[in-house]
């Protein structure tokens, strides 16, 4: 199982990115994907969650109408469309697979080693 993300990078507040995440090893479409990230200093965070058809989602408070997950199953690839971004925005983010949840928080079993997103003027 390997996941590759890209897409990170600088920009000011009220800016957007799209980060990416390429998926291998497994198939793909079978499984719901969860972005998180992780800011210095801090734990992990969850961001979003997208179930394997692509068909629900569902996000932290702090992103909600703000961040846009997505999938296409036929390129193995996860999406974090990122819009009106903020400086608290600022961390690694990175890509993981779910294999389970308990009390409604997804667990994962692999994830990848991320992208930085910085937000600053």
């Known amino acids: 199982v390997q996941f590759v993300e890209s897409g990170g990078g600088m920009v000011q507040p009220g800016g957007s990115l799209k980060l990416s995440c390429a998926a291998s090893?497994?198939?793909?479409?079978?499984?719901?994907m969860s972005w998180l990230r992780k800011a210095p200093g801090k734990g992990p965070d969850w961001v979003s969650v997208?179930?394997?058809?692509?068909?629900?989602?569902y996000y932290a408070d702090s992103v909600k109408g703000r961040f846009t997950i997505s999938r296409d199953n036929a390129k193995n690839t996860l999406y974090l469309q990122m819009n009106s971004l903020k400086p608290e925005d600022t961390a690694l983010y990175f890509c993981?697979?779910?294999?389970?949840?308990?009390?409604?928080?997804?667990?994962?079993?692999?994830w990848g080693q991320g992208t930085q997103v910085t937000v600053s003027s």
């Open positions: 993981a697979r779910v294999y389970g949840y308990r009390d409604y928080d997804p667990k994962y079993d692999y």
């Open positions: 090893g497994f198939t793909f479409r079978n499984y719901d």
């Open positions: 997208i179930n394997s058809h692509g068909s629900l989602t």
